[in-house]
């Protein structure tokens, strides 16, 4: 099935050269930026298409890989350009947003075309070599059944995992996408900041904290989350605790707050026999309820 893109970005520019590097390169791209979809096009070895009309009459598979704002206006585009001499009849169009669902594709059904959303687990980072990691990537899937397969089945030839999602799911799924991706960077550099006020460059803090960082997510990944947790808080030291909230400003004693109490969630499926219940107090603003009687 010959695919093309719209949306010359980091994304499609991935999916490009993936596809390509397997012996599958794409038709082309099109791009309101005429140069973006130019330079994916010389960096995939395919082809820019100036009008998105051309493109779809070249491709039975379209991956949609704009920004999620402009998914709907590139459909509504696709659909404007049809005539009698130009029909999407059993075409595919795939969009890859995590968040959003092929209901995207409004009335696809009366073009008599097949569409569906497929996400890759992975965060592009680089428009020229995010493509790498993609071999590893697990992708969710939903949409028609008829493109939910042929989509699939194209990845799962590569090598990857592609599971279906249910369409009510997206929404949470997507949630739990970004906490495990964008908002540990949050949390990752309230330490970093933390170290720079006791001296360390940012550059040293990082150095400093690979081994932990990367081993403790090893150990998540290798025994699941109960297992790998260690700490003041699996441990029931209160007093260290408190050590650490004196010192943080509100922000991020609210967050050390928020955090803990997930934390002693875990701690206490570790240690089913731990009375938890004072740091509980003391995450829960109430201090008095921490000494003993």
């Not at 790998?228 to 050390?256: F, N, W």
Request: aromatic letters at 8%; glycine letters at 8%.
């Amino acid at each position: 099935m010959i695919t093309g893109f719209i949306g010359a970005g980091r994304t499609g520019c991935s999916l490009g050269k993936y596809l390509s590097e397997a012996g599958m390169p794409p038709a082309g791209y099109y791009d309101l930026s005429e140069e973006a979809a130019k330079s994916a096009a010389e960096f995939t070895g395919s082809k820019h298409f100036f009008h998105i009309s051309d493109l779809v009459d070249a491709c039975g598979l379209i991956f949609i890989t704009t920004p999620d704002g402009l998914i709907g206006e590139a459909w509504e585009t696709i659909k404007d350009s049809l005539d009698h001499n130009r029909k999407i009849e059993g075409k595919i169009l795939c969009h890859c947003s995590g968040a959003l669902t092929s209901d995207a594709f409004s009335g696809i059904e009366r073009a008599h075309a097949y569409g569906c959303s497929l996400h890759p687990m992975l965060p592009f980072s680089s428009r020229l070599s995010s493509y790498k990691l993609l071999k590893q990537a697990f992708f969710t899937i939903e949409g028609d059944p008829k493109a939910v397969q042929a989509v699939s089945e194209l990845f799962t030839d590569l090598g990857n995992t592609v599971c279906p999602i249910e369409k009510s799911c997206k929404p949470k799924y997507h949630a739990a996408a970004s906490i495990l991706s964008n908002q540990v960077t949050a949390v990752i550099d309230t330490g970093y900041r933390l170290l720079e006020e006791c001296g360390f460059s940012r550059e040293d803090a990082r150095r400093a904290t690979k081994t932990l960082a990367l081993s403790n997510l090893d150990a998540i990944i290798q025994n699941d989350c109960a297992q790998a947790l260690t700490g003041p808080i699996e441990r029931g030291d209160i007093q260290t605790v408190q050590k650490h909230l004196s010192c943080l400003s509100p922000e991020d004693q609210s967050m050390y707050r928020i955090l803990g109490l997930k934390l002693l969630r875990i701690a206490q499926e570790k240690n089913p026999g731990k009375d938890y219940k004072k740091l509980q107090n003391l995450f829960m603003g109430n201090p008095s309820q921490t000494e003993n009687p």
